[in-house]
């Protein structure tokens, strides 16, 4: 069973930055697909980036320019820096690991708050 743990978020201002991370246990990680996942009060949960097992990245449109996704597998934990935070960025951000070749996500974090203020 794999375990998820996301860490790193807080409130920040509007234009500024964090990092999250999301460490991963119990599984071969090298092996997953990793991807970061947002949802936002009374809003549905949206992709926001994926970094596959071979380092492969894809973001939300909105959201390229300003995220980058990235792993390292030495720590078997997954990044997301976000720059130039908006107030829309405001969410819950869950990590979620899928096996290689799946569609579907396997396992997912319980979250951790953003909150970017004006």
């Known amino acids: 069973q794999v375990q998820l743990v996301e860490s790193g978020g807080g409130l920040v201002q509007a234009g500024g930055s964090l990092r999250l991370s999301c460490a991963a246990s119990g599984g071969t990680f090298s092996s997953y697909d990793m991807g970061w996942f947002r949802q936002a009060p009374g809003k549905e949960r949206e992709f926001v980036a994926l970094?596959?097992?071979?380092?492969?990245?894809y973001y939300a449109d909105a959201l390229k320019g300003r995220f980058t996704i990235s792993r390292d597998n030495a720590k078997n934990t997954v990044y997301l820096q976000m720059n130039s935070l908006k107030l829309e960025d405001t969410a819950v951000y869950y990590c979620?690991?899928?096996?290689?070749?799946?569609?579907?996500?396997?396992?997912w974090g319980q979250g951790t708050q953003v909150t970017v203020s004006s």
């Open positions: 970094i596959n097992w071979i380092r492969t990245t």
């Open positions: 979620a690991a899928r096996n290689m070749g799946r569609s579907a996500y396997d396992y």
